[in-house]
Structures are given as C-alpha cells and as structure tokens.
C-alpha cells in the first residue's frame, strides 16, 4: 500500500448508543454506563448502557412472544428472504461505519474490519437462499398403508452470546441462518464491542425484520450473560467465548430448562510444515495464522509443528516475516496487527510470554510490548524449543505468541497435533497429496486448511471437535442447528382396529 494511504481520525466524543428490544430502542439516559476505550489510542469511544434484569426480561419476552405468535416462523422462507437480503443490503451500505466502529472498539486493523464486513454481506445473501431451501424429507417406504414425513421447525428463542474478538463477523456468522430457519433471538454482544451489535439491529430493522423477533441487550456477562444462559424462556443458547464459561452455559442449561447449546470455545491449533511444501508460501501463511487479528482468535494457528530437517530455516523465515509485518495504529490503512483488545487480555498475554522464558522456551523473535505512544501492543512473538508439557504450548494464549516444535515423521506431526483438549482448526502445508489427505483424516478438528490457512465463507461450517464446543455455525448446518425434526406418521386408509 502507499505511504499516501488514509489515516482515519478519532471520534470527538464518545458515541452513544441505546440498546434494542421489542422494535423500539431505549435511550442510555437512566442507567449506568460503560465507556470503552479505543486499545489501539486510549482514548473513549463508544458509551453502551449495563441493562438491568428487568430489562433483559423485556428483551426475552419480547423475542417469545414474537415467536409464538409465529409472525416470524410464520412466514414463508420466500418472505424470510426477502429481509435478510435487505439487511445484506443495509451491511454493504453501512460497512464504513460498521468497519469504523469495529476498529475503534476492538483495535483491529481498519483494513482487516472492512474485510470481514464484506464477508457478513455474503452471510446474509447466502443465508436467505437458506431460508427459501431448508426442508424435511418424506419416507414413501413403510407399506401402503403409512407415509411418513419429517418436518423442520424453529428451535424458538435463541439467546446469543459473541465474544469481543470477532463482534461482528462472529455475531453473522449466527444471525442470519438463525433467522432464516425462523427462530427470534435475544443477543448479548461482549461489554467491551458492543456497538456494531446494536447497528446491525438498526439495519434489520430498517430491512422490515418484525418487531420482536431480534433484540438487544448489553452489560457484563456475570449479570445480563448469565441471566441470559439461566433463562426459562430461551430455547437455545449460541455461545462464543472461553472454556471457563463454556462450562458455566452447561450447568446453567442443566439448572434451568435444559435449552439447546451451541458452544464454540477455544482453540489450541496446529500448523503442520512438511519439509516438501512450498516453504516461502508456508512461512507467509503460518506468519498470518498468528498474526492475524494479534492472534485473538480462536482458530489461530498457534502451534508451528514443523519437519525437523527443515525447522531451523523455517522458523527464521517465519521470524522474518514478522519483522516486516507492519504492526501499528488500527485506523491506519497500512497496519496489518493492531493492538490488543482488552488490558486483561494484554496482561494475560505478557504473563504467558513471561512463563514461556521461565519454562525454558528460547525466544526466537518480539517477546515484548510496542511502544507507539498510545494504546496496548505486543510484537509478534515465536519461541523454540518449545516440549510438549510447557504451558505455552497447551494453554490457549489468545495473542500473537506462536511456539515451534518439531517432528520427524507423519506419525509424530499427527500425535503432536492431536496432544491437546481442543480440537477446533488445523492447518497442513505439503506438496504431496497423499501427506495432505492422511493428516486431515486423522487430525481431531472441526476446520482443516490444506496449503492455506484461516479462510472462510458462509458455505462452510465452523465449530470444534473435543472441548473446542458443541454443534456448528454457517452453511446449511448453521440453519440445520436451530430447527428440530418433527418426524409425522400419516396413516393411508384404515388403521386395523387394537380392541376387535
Ligand atoms: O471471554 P468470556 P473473555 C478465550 C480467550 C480469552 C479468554 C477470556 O482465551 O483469553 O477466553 O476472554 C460473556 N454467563 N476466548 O473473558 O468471558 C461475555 O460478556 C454468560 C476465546 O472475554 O468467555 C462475552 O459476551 N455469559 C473465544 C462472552 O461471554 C458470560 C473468544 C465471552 O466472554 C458470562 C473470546 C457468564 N457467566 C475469548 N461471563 C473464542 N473461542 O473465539 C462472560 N460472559
């Protein structure tokens, strides 16, 4: 990119948002706030109310009535359609603001937010064919005398949790196929980036989205999250976030109503480098699979397993990679890594950095924060000599921090992989398809690159294998997780009688 390119300015003061139930938006005025600071300048951004129990009632009230009174579910997939490809609309004519918003809250690179919200548009349109194709099956098998037909009904009210990582691509990868398969929702985005929930709200419902059937809530997770995950009225519950709390939405399912979940937790994932790949293509694809949104992300690819034979040179050019990346201010249109989300997430970070020296762990590359006068950032960071038992490569660091470790044949690239309780993403770089092809069959993870790493797409589905979660997100699986089956006995003439 030229040095000519766009530096976008701050706010000058904090926007202010409401938050979304029933149709109608509630103004900040009478109730607490959060401010949020901008990670990358340290400066306020947005102010979101902290709601109250009485209004995430509200919000689940409203999303079950507008469910059972079925003027969503209701619907033909023909009608259901037609609004999801309005708000397609209304994202691709908003995507400035939304990218905007994003970048400001979470600290992303404005270049990487205008991305993803391109790829929410595609969500929305994908979504809508959903809408108008999702259908049963029908069993023309069991004698003249029975016909059998499976139908696919909404789940009902789907409560949904999304993490401050990702906010608003996380949250499109769930909304769209959620409302295709006619279900209404209660949302409650991460304290932290909550603005570009509550514009997608504003979009949907300028798109004609019923009153009801979407609604917004904001605040901590320990109060609104949990009232939420507790909910006798909610359905089903779409969680994106930590283990820990992963947990929490188990045993709150288990205490409550026993609601459907969807858990998508985290992720410890494997980059596996064969010494046949093409290596130069490799090391730009590993650099990217850590590097990309600072590593805050649950499918990063945080665990090089590299061919012995080749490890050293290898880890070099990915060392090198990272002295280029250009690491910086997030509205800047150059940056490629931005800054860190959250200051917890920025200590947690440097602590697991710190543990990596203390364990024995060499440090090839960063290891340290980056000082641009403003905001929190860490250099992208590889260690090796990196064993298997050291936290730094069993603990999901949810940064920048990528650990070496090498392998001297398939066997040993696939037990490495697998030696983890997660089981979300894998990558494998080689020229040989046969290596490419067992991999993928024996390594445990819901989403395999060959060759490439981190793409995506509304088509193809996203969750984890082992503790990485539950169910799958996007595609026709997506749509296929909030419906149940109805399975319909259609007797053809006379049943024969029981009592003679
Ligand atoms: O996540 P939390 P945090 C991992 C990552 C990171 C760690 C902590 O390792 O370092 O989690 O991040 C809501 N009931 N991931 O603390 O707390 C919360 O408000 C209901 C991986 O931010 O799990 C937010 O909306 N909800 C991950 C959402 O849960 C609760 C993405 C996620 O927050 C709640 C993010 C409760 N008791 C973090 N407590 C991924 N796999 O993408 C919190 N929340």
């Known amino acids: 990119m030229s040095d000519s390119s766009i530096v976008l300015s701050l706010p000058d003061q904090p926007r202010e948002f409401g938050f979304f139930v029933d149709g109608s938006w509630s103004p900040i005025e009478s109730r607490e706030v959060f401010e949020r600071f901008s990670p990358g300048h340290g400066v306020p951004v947005t102010r979101i109310p902290k709601c109250t129990d009485a209004d995430l009632d509200a919000a689940v009230n409203a999303a079950r009535k507008a469910f059972d009174d079925r003027r969503w579910s209701g619907l033909s997939g023909a009608d259901r359609a037609a609004v999801l490809l309005k708000a397609a609309e209304g994202v691709r004519t908003r995507a400035e603001e939304i990218a905007y918003w994003e970048t400001l809250e979470n600290g992303k690179p404005i270049s990487q937010a205008r991305a993803e919200v391109g790829g929410c548009v595609g969500m929305f349109e994908y979504a809508s064919g959903l809408a108008r194709s999702l259908h049963g099956d029908s069993f023309n098998n069991l004698g003249d005398g029975m016909f059998g037909v499976v139908t696919r009904e909404p789940v009902g009210v789907v409560g949904v ?12 990868e769930r909304i769209p196929y959620i409302l295709a398969a006619g279900c209404t929702i209660v949302a409650k985005p991460s304290e932290v980036t909550s603005a570009t929930t509550l514009i997608l709200a504003e979009i949907l419902h300028d798109a004609g989205l019923p009153a009801g059937v979407l609604n917004v809530v904001t605040g901590s997770g320990s109060t609104i999250g949990q009232g939420l995950i507790e909910h006798e009225q909610v359905d089903m519950l779409s969680f994106t976030g930590s283990t820990a709390v992963g947990r929490r939405v188990v045993e709150a399912s288990g205490k409550s109503n026993f609601k459907k979940l969807g858990l998508e937790l985290g992720g410890k994932n494997p980059q596996i480098v064969f010494a046949d790949a093409d290596l130069e293509d490799a090391a730009d694809g590993v650099a990217f699979g850590i590097g990309f949104n600072t590593g805050q992300c ?6 090089l397993i590299v061919e012995r034979t080749v490890a050293e040179k290898f880890a070099s050019m990915v060392a090198e990679k990272f002295r280029k990346v250009r690491v910086g201010d997030p509205l800047d249109e150059r940056t490629q890594v931005g800054a860190i989300t959250t200051d917890a997430q920025n200590t947690t970070i440097m602590g697991y950095i710190e543990k990596g020296r203390a364990e024995g762990a060499t440090l090839i590359h960063g290891g340290e924060q980056l000082d641009f006068g403003h905001g929190q950032y860490i250099a992208p960071t590889l260690f090796g000599n990196v064993t298997s038992e050291m936290t730094i490569a069993r603990e999901e660091i949810f940064g920048p921090v990528l650990t070496v470790m090498p392998f001297d044949t398939l066997e040993e690239a696939v037990a490495i992989a697998n030696d983890t309780e997660y089981g979300l993403a894998a990558s494998v770089w080689t020229k040989n398809i046969d290596k490419a ?39 026709i699986y997506g749509v296929e997780e909030y419906t149940q089956v109805k399975s319909v006995h259609i007797e053809i003439g006379k049943r024969t009688p029981w009592v003679a």
């Open 161 to 172: 949790i999304t993490p401050w990582n990702f906010p608003f691509l996380i949250l499109c």
């Open 298 to 303: 649950c499918v990063s690819g945080s665990r």
């Open 437 to 475: 092809l067992v991999v993928t069959r024996r390594v445990q993870a819901g989403r395999f690159w060959i060759n490439t790493t981190l793409s995506g797409g509304p088509e193809l589905p996203i969750g984890g294998f082992k503790q990485s979660g539950w169910g799958r997100e996007a595609g």
